[in-house]
């Protein structure tokens, strides 16, 4: 429980997808993935050549760090958050300047905006927030919108996208079209689609020339056959997605109803997962738990003796997690 999985498989029609492929496995795949990317921009109104795909989201946030920054540049990112975000600017040469989050776990736009000078060349954004859960409003991302700089590149994390958009945060793309500057939002199929083992995300930019940047430094075919089968596939499967958010949308009520009870303060989460406050020290509480054979992700949190985040699982999950917390507890 501490990477974020679907606990589901992908649907049935999804893995069939994927078996046809796997006979044409000697042919290599479409590198620019025109299937998947018409499907895309069919459903969310973007042109074609604004959507680039990658080998998951990870890929994508490389690139932008490749695009933007050289050495004596800043770039400004949620902290705590994804790790990737630091270790691609690090890896540039350029300045990690991180942001604290606000106390709910949501992204810091005033503070975000407060911490741009005119060495930043990258901002990172996400919403739903990793490791928090924090879900950005819509006012939240007007303001990001208007007051960004434009001499920079926005990154708008939004690989936990679904989730939000189940939780009742709204569409970026109509706010994100209206910046001035370069922008890319970049979303996933590795978990409301469950398909975390086949490395496949896509990115919608502000403009043609923007996406070509992406597409120049790709690796070759780093997407692969049959993740292409199955992301184009997934599109089609609305019921088992709708069943999926539904379902962790229960659980992680049930797993924050269930800390609460012991002493943990939830924070608000909009993705697949909950994290929480502890009331002892977070690493030791983890160590309890793997112990048990349960993992979960420990992390930092200002002056407290931590967090954890859980990754929403199956019910059988829920209360295997809860049943162990509480003998960890000593409750």
Same mark, same amino acid.
């Given at each position: 429980m501490h990477l974020n999985e679907s606990p589901f498989p992908p649907a049935p029609a999804v893995v069939e997808a994927m078996q046809r492929a796997a006979a044409g496995l000697n042919r290599y795949p479409d590198h620019d993935g025109s299937e998947l990317i018409a499907e895309l921009a069919r459903r969310t109104g973007a042109a074609p050549d604004h959507i680039v795909i990658g080998s998951g989201t990870n890929e994508l946030l490389y690139a932008s760090a490749d695009i933007s920054l050289d050495q004596g540049d800043e770039a400004v990112a949620p902290v705590p958050g994804f790790p990737t975000y630091a270790k691609t600017i690090t890896m540039r040469g350029a300045t990690h300047v991180g942001v604290a989050v606000r106390k709910d776990g949501v992204v810091d736009i005033e503070a975000t905006l407060k911490a741009v000078t005119p060495q930043t060349r990258l901002v990172f954004v996400a919403t739903p927030h990793n490791p928090t859960g924090g879900l950005l409003g819509m006012a939240d991302i007007e303001l990001l919108v208007r007051e960004l700089p434009e001499h920079l590149l926005l990154h708008f994390d939004e690989a936990y996208y679904?989730?939000?958009?189940?939780?009742?945060?709204?569409?970026? &793309? @109509?706010?994100? =079209?209206?910046?001035?500057?370069?922008?890319?939002?970049?979303?996933?199929?590795?978990? *409301?689609? %469950? /398909?975390?083992?086949?490395?496949?995300?896509?990115?919608?930019?502000?403009?043609?020339?923007?996406?070509?940047?992406?597409?120049?430094?790709?690796?070759?075919?780093?997407?692969?056959?049959?993740?292409?089968?199955?992301?184009?596939?997934?599109?089609?499967?609305?019921?088992?997605?709708?069943?999926?958010?539904?379902?962790?949308?229960?659980e992680r009520g049930r797993l924050a109803q269930g800390l609460s009870a012991l002493g943990f303060?939830? &924070? @608000?989460?909009? =993705?697949?997962?909950?994290?929480?406050?502890?009331?002892?020290?977070?690493?030791?509480? *983890?160590? %309890? /738990?793997?112990?048990?054979?349960?993992?979960?992700?420990?992390?930092?949190?200002?002056?407290?003796?931590?967090?954890l985040r859980i990754t929403v699982g199956t019910r059988q999950d829920t209360d295997a997690f809860l049943a162990a917390i509480r003998s960890v507890m000593g409750a």
């Open positions: 679904e989730f939000g958009r189940h939780a009742g945060g709204p569409e970026s &793309l @109509p706010l994100l =079209a209206r910046r001035r500057g370069p922008w890319i939002a970049t979303r996933s199929f590795s978990k *409301a689609y %469950g /398909l975390a083992g086949a490395r496949v995300g896509y990115g919608i930019t502000s403009s043609r020339e923007l996406a070509d940047a992406y597409r120049k430094i790709r690796i070759n075919f780093s997407v692969n056959a049959v993740a292409l089968a199955a992301a184009r596939a997934a599109l089609d499967e609305g019921g088992h997605l709708a069943e999926l958010l539904d379902h962790t949308a229960a303060q939830p &924070l @608000p989460s909009a =993705a697949n997962f909950v994290t929480v406050v502890t009331p002892r020290p977070a690493a030791e509480i *983890a160590q %309890g /738990l793997r112990a048990k054979n349960i993992f979960v992700l420990p992390f930092p949190w200002p002056q407290t003796p931590g967090a």
